[in-house]
């Protein structure tokens, strides 16, 4: 645990530099900050997160459908309002901003309001959700996604992002259908620490134990 | 200086025939002006650009149309799309296709 | 690095990363490549060469070990970066390409025996040359203006050097209130919106630093590469009034009009036709003579005339205006046969002179030697150019063409040039998002 906070200190130091910026310090989420955050998230509405989805310049990297037309990026089509809503704070709070993939978020998130990040999250939440592949399950996938490995504290994937990967309550992001190589990058992310938006770092922890080979397992389950 | 002079004679031979056969560029060759922003054969670290390498073939030709169009967003992509015949967006995507993703 | 070592590293797995695969035209008796101009086109092609043949061998000659960038120079005036973060290695050209890196003068040349000759006494054979000689800055082209003044007190900084760290102090150190004057170039000139994108960041700056500072460009031209887009950016950041000739389809409504200021911004612009043009410098008395009248400054910045840089002249490659004339397919001299000219120095028509030009030249003339060296028909060529410029840190334009051959000239062939006048905020913030990851990525594919 201390390494990986270290590790986040390291990336968070990086991460200003980059951007020439005093590194500011941001509080990580505890249960009662995010419960606060999402319970006072402003009612989005479809048909205007259309609009910022056009005026924001989302379809540019995350497709005109919100299907991304790059391994470099996710798909937002289907997701959970609330994990969009939550994560376009994060960007413009810097909580999120991993490497240079995300400097265009952290830039356009800072001149959006809190209603129009939820408009447009209600709307991603309004498009179909993408389909995960239909390769049959490995016994390590298995173990990973259904099971859960308790020796380890690792919870299974499906607890909070289902099956299907369709996402689970509040935050839990729905996973299914997302590039591969997306898959990977953010559970490595998660596990090197460099990506430490969440809720006491709860992913991270679950990430941490993880080996190539399960991260690779877990997102070919999910991926498209 | 003879030989120079042939030398000189011999390219002059070349590109008259290169210019004899229709203007085809390779995609390649194509694809190596992509690079600038792209990464050398598309392959770029973590940065706020997109890699080309190993893309798909049809994800590529689709990028390059929806941006011509206008369908999807871009800053100048939308500009240099409108440069290339549907052919040398083949040719690219087949180039970028067979580039290792590393 | 020795070139055993750089073997045994290609057996350690360098050689799939760095993309040398493929077969060769050359077994033994490779052909010799020497490369004059170790600037984003000359790296470029070098690199480029070893990616399409690794066989050929490939010597650079470079008078300086350390590369300093140009473009986004402007960025050290306002502290976004410092001059470390211009420089740019050549450990990489050598290393991973096996690129022989000679930092030596080239001081001229011998056509008929295909030898280059150095400062330090050498004479390199070469079966081709390619010379990307860059650009000399003419000082004394401006009367009252000389190397001399550039070097301590009116700087340049046009080739970033001291001059650069010279602007950047003098503009930290100007007088509350205090004028800085941008003299712009006429003529062809390296980096079109350049001296407009420096006046737009040091006004942004002046903003925080200096409220009551006011930036001023003297012109000898009415008009400039992106002038709709830049002058849209400057009227929306710094209240700059749009002049009537390029009011056309200014947005007036929507998200982000164009307005009308009763105050002058901080920011002026003189064209040519309003007396823009400056005739004398007075470095003492920092005082500049126009067309309109003199003008009194606290910091200069000189965009002196242009032309091919010195080793050009040296060489022979140059017409009477000073550029380099090729046959546009291969950048071959149409001066010197089996010398290959690129970058801002050759005359290459609609395209402009950048360093994204320069890269683009760097792999057309790349292939095309490995072709005539292969004895193979050249390759039909494609340039484009795209230039990220910002009117402000986070206010990104460009430029973007892409280049075919036509009836033997280099012509634009692609849709709208410049932004949208009705581009979204989004869409602007991007520009500025991707122009920072531009200085990388083409820094990376012209050196790494």
Redo the contacts between chains.
């Keep these: 645990m201390k390494i990986r906070i270290l590790l986040a200190a390291a990336s968070l130091g990086l991460a200003a530099q980059a951007h020439g910026e005093v590194a500011r310090e941001v509080a990580s989420w505890t249960p009662a900050t995010l419960d606060k955050t999402l319970s006072t998230m402003p009612a989005g509405d479809v048909n205007r997160g259309r609009q910022v989805h056009q005026n924001q310049f989302c379809a540019s990297c995350h497709g005109v459908e919100g299907v991304a037309p790059t391994r470099n990026w996710p798909s937002v089509a289907g997701q959970r309002a609330e994990y969009t809503y939550k994560m376009l704070k994060d960007y413009k709070d810097e909580r999120r901003n991993e490497d240079g993939r995300a400097d265009p978020m952290v830039a356009l998130a800072r001149q959006m309001s809190e209603q129009e990040m939820a408009d447009v999250a209600a709307y991603y939440a309004s498009l179909p959700l993408g389909a995960r592949n239909s390769e049959p399950m490995t016994p390590l996938q298995h173990t990973l996604v259904r099971k859960g490995d308790p020796a380890r504290l690792l919870t299974s994937c499906a607890a909070c992002h289902g099956l299907k990967g369709q996402g689970g309550k509040n935050e839990s992001p729905a996973l299914a259908g997302q590039p591969y190589e997306y898959l990977v990058r953010t559970l490595e992310n998660y596990r090197n620490g460099l990506r430490a938006n969440d809720v006491h770092h709860g992913m991270g922890q679950f990430a941490m134990p993880l080996t190539d080979a399960e991260i690779d397992a877990v997102a070919r389950y999910y991926a498209r | 200086m003879k030989l120079y002079a042939s030398l000189f004679a011999a390219g002059l031979a070349f590109a008259t025939s290169a210019v004899q056969a229709e203007a085809q560029r390779t995609g390649e060759m194509m694809a190596n002006t992509c690079a600038a922003c792209h990464g050398t054969q598309g392959r770029l670290e973590a940065l706020a650009l997109m890699p080309l390498a190993g893309m798909e073939q049809e994800e590529f030709i689709r990028a390059m149309t929806d941006f011509r169009s206008g369908a999807r967003p871009s800053t100048l992509m939308g500009s240099l799309a409108t440069g290339f015949s549907e052919a040398e967006i083949k040719a690219m995507a087949e180039f970028f296709a067979a580039q290792p993703l590393k | 690095m020795q070139r055993r070592d750089f073997l045994k590293l290609l057996g350690a797995g360098t050689l799939?990363?760095s993309?040398l695969v493929g077969r060769s035209a050359f077994a033994s008796a490779a052909p010799h490549v020497v490369i004059v101009g170790g600037g984003v086109g000359g790296a470029t092609a070098a690199?480029?060469i070893k990616?399409a043949d690794r066989n050929v061998r490939v010597t650079l000659i470079e008078r300086n070990p350390i590369y300093i960038r140009p473009y986004g120079s402007s960025e050290v005036l306002t502290g976004?970066?410092g001059m470390s973060d211009l420089e740019v290695s050549y450990d990489a050209l050598k290393n991973r390409y096996g690129i022989e890196v000679i930092i030596d003068t080239a001081v001229g040349l011998d056509p008929?025996k295909?030898e280059v000759a150095t400062a330090g006494g050498s004479r390199i054979r070469y079966d081709r040359l390619i010379v990307s000689p860059g650009i000399q800055l003419h000082y004394d082209a401006i009367e009252g203006y000389s190397k001399e003044v550039a070097e301590t007190r009116i700087p340049s900084g046009w080739i970033p050097g001291s001059q650069t760290q010279l602007l950047a102090n003098q503009l930290k150190a100007m007088p509350q209130g205090g004028t800085f004057v941008i003299v712009a170039p006429g003529g062809p000139y390296r980096c079109p919106p350049g001296p407009y994108e420096r006046a737009a960041l040091v006004t942004e700056w002046m903003g925080r630093h200096n409220p009551t500072g006011k930036v001023l460009i003297l012109d000898p031209k009415d008009g400039f590469v992106t002038d709709q887009t830049m002058i849209l950016g400057w009227n929306r950041l710094y209240g700059f009034n749009v002049p009537a000739k390029f009011r056309e389809g200014m947005p007036t409504e929507g998200?982000w009009p164009m307005r009308d200021y009763a105050e002058p911004s901080r920011l002026a612009w003189v064209p040519a036709s309003d007396g823009g043009t400056v005739r004398r410098i007075d470095p003492v008395r920092m005082e500049l003579e126009a067309d309109n009248g003199l003008h009194r400054a606290d910091v200069i910045n000189v965009v002196p005339p242009m032309t091919a840089g010195k080793v050009a002249y040296q060489m022979g490659l140059t017409d009477e205006k000073g550029w380099c004339p090729i046959?546009r397919?291969?950048h071959?001299s149409a001066i010197h046969?089996?010398v290959h000219v690129i970058g801002d120095a050759c005359i290459a028509d609609a395209m402009p002179k950048s360093g994204?030009s320069a890269?683009?030249q760097g792999?057309?003339v790349a292939?095309a030697v490995v072709?005539?060296l292969a004895?193979?028909?050249?390759?039909?060529?494609?340039?484009?150019n795209?230039c990220?410029a910002l009117a402000g840190s986070?206010y990104?334009l460009?430029v973007?063409d892409?280049f075919?051959?036509k009836d033997g000239k280099i012509a634009r062939?692609?849709?709208?040039?410049y932004?949208p006048l009705d581009a979204?905020?989004?869409?602007i913030?991007?520009?500025?998002?991707?122009q920072?990851?531009?200085m990388?990525?083409?820094t990376?594919?012209?050196f790494a």
Excluded: C, M
């Design positions: 799939a990363g993309g690199k480029y990616l976004h970066i008929v295909q998200e046959d397919r291969t071959e046969p089996n994204f890269n683009n792999k057309v292939r072709d005539l004895g193979r028909p050249t390759e039909e060529p494609l340039w484009k795209t990220y986070e990104g460009y973007a892409v075919k051959l062939i692609n849709g709208a040039r932004l979204t905020r989004a869409q913030r991007t520009g500025a998002v991707y920072q990851a531009w990388k990525t083409i990376d594919d012209s």
